[in-house]
């Protein structure tokens, strides 16, 4: 059997050569639809992180959900450049003025979710949707 740099085989994920625990989409985002709040906690990070968790994938904590690129490549995900955003997709916004750790959010396949349902794309809030700070869209696959 051929190692490449990114390829599944069998159940297992192959990363640059490092076996990495199986992703399990289906119940990362159950979670996180179960677990959803009606409005934020601003608690976006812990909620995603957990999400990702119950689909399988262990993340290394950070205080900020700003720095979440980091632990996501480190467990496999990869920066998504451009195309529409697939189920389990994760964001990593960062700060505006009056939040300073930023946002994190997870695709379910119809909108975004982090630690409440989001209906209006990946944005947090109306502050975020008017400053629109970087971000960087985050994949397993």
């Known amino acids: 059997m051929t190692t490449i740099d990114s390829c599944i085989l069998a159940s297992d994920f192959l990363y640059r050569g490092t076996r990495m625990p199986n ?4 119940a990362a985002v159950a979670h996180l639809r179960d677990n959803a709040e009606a409005g934020s906690t601003a ?3 812990k909620y995603v992180r957990r999400a ?3 689909g399988g ?3 290394t904590h950070t205080a900020s959900a700003r720095n979440y690129g980091g632990p996501l490549t480190a467990a ?4 998504v450049l451009s195309g529409a955003p697939w189920k389990g997709d994760v964001v990593v ?3 505006i003025t009056g939040h300073p750790d930023g946002h994190m959010a997870m695709y379910d396949g119809q909108i975004w979710i982090s630690d409440f349902k989001q209906y209006h794309g990946f944005y947090p809030s109306q502050a975020y949707r008017n400053i629109h700070p970087p ?3 985050y994949r397993r696959n």
């Not at 992703?23 to 289906?26: P, R, S």
């Open 23 to 26: 992703w399990n989409i289906y």
């Open 43 to 45: 608690n976006c990070a």
């Open 52 to 54: 990702i968790e119950a």
């Open 57 to 59: 994938i262990t993340l």
């Open 76 to 79: 496999g995900f990869h920066e």
């Open 93 to 95: 916004i960062q700060p």
């Open 135 to 137: 971000y960087k869209i």
